[in-house]
């Protein structure tokens, strides 16, 4: 029976942590490590319940400042002119 432990300088049971967990995938299929890290990578990051944060400029201007210059109409806002959405003292 072959050993690979062998090729590894660390035994992974000794470096793997619930924070940073080692994961051996097989990769002699392309198709299945790569099903078996996209699964990995779509768990970790639900739990992880990244949040979109709210933008900090005026979008619907932007796009307003966009769609005047694309069709060539004049407008008072510059094109460097980026409108921010007033922020709430705290």
Known sequence: MHDASHHMPLDHRETS?????????????????????SAILVDTLAEMDIRIPKPLVDLKAIRRLYH???SGETSEAQPGDIPTKPTRDK
């Open 17 to 37: 942590t619930n924070r940073a967990p080692w994961c051996v995938i097989p990769s002699n299929h392309k198709w299945f490590r790569d099903l078996a890290i």
């Open 68 to 70: 005047s210059a694309k």
